[in-house]
């Protein structure tokens, strides 16, 4: 190292910026393991408590996007636009976007991550369709987008690495809960993936990281900052999530849920309204940022026009094969049981995280990186935010291989739902638009 | 462990306090292996900037205490009074202390440390007498103890292996700056010696760890807070560091002024006026909190009266014999050098810890655990702050038995140096007392 490195961890102790040159120095040696974990430990908690500043997290970012394998898409002419998403329950826009938007002549290159806590991953999902594969290389990646304007994978292990280890530390020493150290870890991932642009779907409430509008509006400007300083243009939708996104949680239930979207079944865009609305004005967004309209609302007519002549279904179909997936075989699960609630009235209030949790119990989710999921298990909801219930109505209905969870998985919902006489007012799904770049 | 690591990590992170068991189990777990360096990194920063809570700081310290060996000293019908010193340059008080109050019939258990950065440390000052041996089992401390009411010692390998193993993990994550630990530390380490009371000799100025009065005031109160807690009677005195104590710095050296002073050689009283009076001062506070006097002013009475006696110097020659120290065999340095500052008027200040440093640079003291010391090595000064200077008179003579590093503590000691024309005001060498517990 060129720096000392109790010189590094007391600057950020003591509130001071560290320069790029230190952030590098100080990165580069953890990575090539010549900087142990307790010195690294100490100087993220001093990094969470004391907030590093917007310049310093981007040096941080465009650091560790550096640790690794950073793709170069130039030779493709299409622009290349990602979505990345904070997590929520029930949330699979990816899924219905990424082939809408490949379908407007715009390169989709997605990597996505598992399960993470209480809200699901891209890649969970898509394991639940038989054969897909997501494991696959840099080389089959560019072939996929060149082919099909779009592929959906898992990270390989040659982009930020320095993420990986410092995520894995982040786990073990209670220093994940901070927003510059999370910001980094989001943004340089996804600046590796080659891309012009980004759109972010930042959620907000019981369902979400952040629990509070104000909060996500802030981690929404931080990673915009930060990809505006990395020279992309990148636009954030603030979106509720006070409930499941759609109806359907756990893996296959949610491809099923897309698929149906997709395929534009009758009253699909009524039954998913807030998926529909949501996948839209993303994939809109997207549209729009790379220049294919003039505006997000010619980007969303232009998505909803791609979707309902059914390409975006066909497209869907295609990346499915040509990953090895056969839509076709989507398991269903042996059990199911309907839940009610012992109340009339108006529903007021999920808590989200819990459902997200009660999804964990019942195996569609993992308590630990070793678990395994089953792919049938989740929930359909019948019941959301402001709709009647009676207690002879089912609110929803538990799907999984195994009944041993259902018990405790229902407490934790029905324990999370509010019950009011009143219709409550519903929140907007989109509570905010903030973009930044040009 | 009981508790999940990250769950208390996350806990002090947060600034909240934790409980007594969860500090015990994660101290436990820390020292039989079980909890790694990175969980405890992250904790120690966390608890440096969030500021432990005094009764945190006691759990803590107890907690270390009780992770070795506590002596038991209860056996002895003295009272069992030690003294510990925040460290300074040229500050030598135990040495001549210790054989005054072992004299007032009060058992003196010493465990001392080695030099710590620009400081100076008992240890070394000992190593300097030919023969004199620190490095003793608790049976032999017991013995000398039991037969001459005093020992000088190392720390065994048994004391407190919590505080040794914390300790080294701070020294290279930037977590030695927190008042808390540092007082969990030292508090550990004295409670751990069988000690009734306590004398804190906590120092404030340009040649001490607390720069200011205030923060010593601090750091004394809450050294005083932890000892109360534990049961002990602990007073501290706050003492003036803005030069170095005496006229000697340097072991050998120092070992000499405090033979001189025990002596009582003509004029040393005048020469080494504040280190005489500071010693006196610390072993009158010593003879009164063993309830030998009934005021702090008697007690001072009583250790002038056996310093002049001469019992003093007979003690500390005991002390040596049994301890195997040859005190005529003293070394002395092969080469010296006289000082001087090229303007004329009155020195107003000294860069104390500079002065240290430069110790440290002609072989006073270790930059490194591994260095070896040059036992001979060291400064005499001539002159000291409010005294008159001219460029003809030397201000300090440099003694070691190299010269090769003689020009660069010369520079740094001079720099250090600020003369005024006008004779300064000088302060207070006590400025505050403080008393805990009855």
Known sequence: MKYLATEIIAKTRNGQELTEDQISDFIGAYVAEELPDYQMAAWLMAALIKKLTPQEAYWLTNTMLHSGEVIDFSDIAKPKIDKHSTGGVGDKTSLILAPIVACADIAVPMMSGRGLGHSGGTLDKLDAIPGFTTQLDLHRFRKLIEDHGMAMIGQTPTICPADKKIYALRDVTATVESKEL???????????????????????????????????????????????????????????????????????????????????????????????????????????LGNKADSVEEGVDIATSILHSGQAYEKFLEICKAQGGDIDALPKAQHQREVRIDQSGYIAEMNTEEIGRAGIEIGAGRKYSTDTIDPTAGFVFHSKLGDKVEPSKPILTMYANSTSAFDVAEKRIVNGIKVQKSKPQQPPLIAARIEGGH
Chains 1, 2 share one sequence.
Request: aromatic share 4%; proline share 1%; with cysteine.
């Open 182 to 288: 999370i910001c980094a870890s989001i943004m340089s991932k996804k600046l590796a993936e080659g891309i012009d642009s980004l759109v972010l779907d930042v959620k907000f409430g019981s369902g979400a990281f952040m629990k509070t509008l104000s909060d996500a509006k802030d981690l929404a400007e931080r990673l915009i900052d930060i990809g505006v300083r990395g020279g992309k243009r990148v636009c954030a939708l603030i979106s509720n999530m006070d409930q499941p996104l759609g109806r359907n949680v756990g893996n296959a239930l949610e491809i099923e849920e897309c698929v149906s979207i997709l395929r534009c079944d009758g009253g699909a865009d009524m039954l998913y309204a807030d998926n529909y609305q949501l996948s839209l004005e993303l994939a809109g967004t997207m549209i729009f």
